[in-house]
């Protein structure tokens, strides 16, 4: 075994001990925790289940391919980036990057297990292992990449937080948080956005009172139902609300236009599994630098004797990804049966009106910030 490896395992091992020690006061149970209800539960201890396997496997890679399915966490119900359909089935962005993480490990982008979870259920399903890797529109912050014993990928969508309130209301494109004194104002709990509004309100000193709740369909019911005067989330999901539920209204307005936060939203995974985590950052980074050469979904099998970086990447020479445990065409797998970083968007997030060209999620070269490092 080599000495690396080696220091890893035993550094694995030690980490189970201090968790389970640390969860022997209150939680004699071996068996993964439920996932979290409430808020709070957000910053449970991790379970060692998931870690056990790791430990066996070497890598959650290596469990993943024995298992021959991705447990991936999506929202369910955030419009355009994870919905689950009347069969079953998910759609939406982040549900194909959960396909494309299948595509590069399995070869088989429909080999995912779905989970839905609430935002307080998510960061716990990546702790004890029920998920291998969450995919719900979720933001990369200090405390949660470095208190909740989970490390993030890249950034796959650059969001913002905003407000949505009626124009009925004297609510406007250009109204602010000063505009929010004696508001009712909902959002979900363990959310950022819950964070965000609070602490905005409170150093701007306007009174709002805040109801957080459980899932996105109780939010947007309580809006609708107007027990709420705004409603505040990513930018991306009040978008996506208002083409679903007030396509033709011109009363729901969204605010202010540069956004009160930045969310940074991407994948998430357990922490300290280099192998995995590089396994999932390189399909994502696959998607963005084969879009960046114009390889999609139609044309990629045009690209196979491509030399250089496409080629290195779709497998020609493919040392690069037996290197990391993937097989030599896994990001081809993610590109014919998935697609490329704009394929993925164009065809999820446009139908709602989000469009890349002049915003953050535009390629570099055309003054956006998605960026990958290169294929060499
Ligand atoms: N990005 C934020 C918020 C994520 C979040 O859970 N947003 C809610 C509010 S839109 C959501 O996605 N709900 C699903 C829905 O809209 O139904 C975070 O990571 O905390």
């Known amino acids: ?80 980036f994870s919905e689950t359909q009347a069969d079953g089935s998910v759609t939406g962005f982040d549900a194909d990057y959960c396909r494309a993480v299948a595509a590069a490990v399995l070869g ?24 291998d890797v969450l995919m719900r529109n979720s933001t990369w912050t200090q405390s949660r990449d470095t208190d909740v014993g989970m490390d993030f990928g890249p950034t796959t969508y650059y969001d913002g937080q905003q407000l949505m309130g009626r124009v009925s ?17 909902c959002t979900n709990a363990g959310t950022t956005t819950e964070k965000n509004i609070a602490e905005a309100t409170e150093l701007a000193g306007v009174n709002i009172t805040l109801n957080s709740f459980e899932t996105g369909d109780e939010v947007w019911q309580q809006f609708l139902d107007g027990a709420c005067d705004i409603s505040t989330t990513d930018g991306s999901a009040l978008v996506g609300r208002k083409v679903k539920q007030q396509p033709d209204d011109e009363e729901w307005v969204i605010f202010p236009p540069t956004p009160i ?9 357990g922490q300290n599994d280099s192998t995995w985590a590089d396994a999932v950052n390189w399909t994502v980074y696959a998607t963005i630098i084969l879009d960046e050469y114009g390889v999609n979904q139609a044309n990629v099998d045009d690209w196979l004797a491509e030399p250089g970086e496409v080629g290195r990447l779709l497998g020609g020479d493919g040392e690069l990804q037996t290197t990391m445990g993937l097989s030599a065409d896994a990001f081809y797998n993610v590109i014919k049966q998935v697609g490329n970083y704009s394929d993925i968007y164009n065809s999820n997030l446009n139908p709602v009106g989000l469009y890349r060209e002049g915003s953050a999620n535009a390629h570099w070269k055309e003054g956006g910030l998605i960026y990958s490092p290169p294929a060499r």
């Open 261 to 269: 936060s930045k969310e940074p939203l991407g994948p998430v995974y």
């Open 108 to 131: 088989d982008a429909n080999a995912v297990m779905f989970m839905a979870l609430t935002a307080a259920e998510r960061f716990t399903a990546v702790q004890t292992g029920d998920v």
């Open 1 to 80: 075994m080599q000495k690396s490896k080696l220091v890893r395992l035993l550094a694995l091992f030690l980490s189970i001990g201090v968790v389970a020690t640390a969860c022997s006061s209150d939680d004699s149970d071996d068996a993964p925790a439920a996932p979290a209800t409430t808020a709070a539960a957000t910053t449970a201890a991790p379970a060692t289940t998931a870690e056990v396997e790791v430990v066996q496997g070497g890598s959650l890679l290596d469990a993943v391919k024995a298992r021959g399915t991705l447990n991936c966490g999506v929202s369910g119900s955030a419009v355009a």
């Open 169 to 185: 209301d004297g609510f406007s494109g250009t109204s602010g948080i000063a505009d929010l004194e004696g508001a009712i104002v």
